[in-house]
C-alpha cells in the first residue's frame, strides 16, 4: 500500500494515541 509510507511518520504520533485509544488494531499495524 502507498499509505505505507504516510503510515510510518504518522505511526509515531498514533502509538501515543493507541494507549489513549485502547485500540490495538493499530498495534497490529506498527
Known amino acids: ?3 505505507g509510507s ?3 511518520p504518522m505511526h ?3 502509538h501515543v494515541v ?3 485509544d485502547d485500540n ?3 498495534d ?3
Request: net charge positive.
Open 6 to 8: 504516510i503510515n510510518r
Open 18 to 20: 493507541i494507549q489513549q
Open 1 to 3: 500500500m502507498v499509505t
Open 28 to 30: 497490529t499495524d506498527y
Open 12 to 14: 509515531h504520533r498514533r
Open 24 to 26: 490495538n488494531d493499530y
